[in-house]
């Protein structure tokens, strides 16, 4: 087993120093075999997607966040909804309401609203999209709210109630929710 592994560490280790070490300084061998500090970039959700009977009311193509179960329902045709893992806002930072999708955003840039610069000055004022990014890889606003559907590079905190009033989803999870639905979509929230 060992061997299998050391060819092709040793295989990059060679062509980093080939390089002259480039290479190696944006390489981590650890990425691959699981571990590395880009592990966790969005990865897999502690709550898979999966399809559900939904007995709800609300018609095909609506979106139904349940906060306190910490899961979003995209509801489908036949009884049916297919249900994603949340976070949530944390205590005192959670609403409830019926919006609806104004625009949709892939790799959004990132901009605090004031609110929040005043509980966390030590934010940036302004970050653009990219893997580091809160919103992560897909964003869905939600009407004239400051709140959105959106990404997440720390897949943890799904199930958790911890955002300032967004709804987080891994990356993952957000870019299959964002193929799905379009402007317009409608967004009921229960709290």
């Known amino acids: 087993m060992i061997r299998f592994f050391a060819a092709p560490i040793a295989a990059i280790a060679l062509l980093g120093a080939a390089t002259g070490g480039a290479l190696a300084e944006e390489f981590d061998s650890r990425d691959i075999m699981g571990g590395g500090p880009n592990f966790f970039r969005g990865g897999s959700s502690p709550i898979p997607r999966t399809t559900v009977m939904y007995n709800g009311t609300y018609a095909p193509g609506t979106i139904v966040v349940n906060t306190s179960e910490r899961r979003l329902y995209l509801v489908l045709q036949n009884g049916q909804a297919l249900r994603y893992g949340i976070g949530v806002g944390r205590d005192g930072f959670r609403w409830g309401g ?94």
């Not at 940036?124 to 939600?142: E, T």
Request: glycine share 10%.
């Open 98 to 191: 019926v919006h609806k999708i104004t625009a949709k955003k892939e790799w959004p840039d990132w901009t605090p609203p004031s609110q929040m610069l005043a509980r966390r000055p030590d934010l940036p004022r302004h970050m653009k999209g990219g893997i580091d990014n809160p919103l992560g890889a897909r964003a869905m606003y939600l009407g004239s709210t400051l709140y959105r559907i959106h990404g997440s590079n720390e897949p943890e905190t799904i199930g958790q109630a911890v955002s300032s009033g967004c709804f987080r989803m891994t990356n993952d999870d957000v870019s299959d929710l964002y193929g799905r639905v379009g402007v317009g979509t409608t967004v009921v929230v229960l709290n």
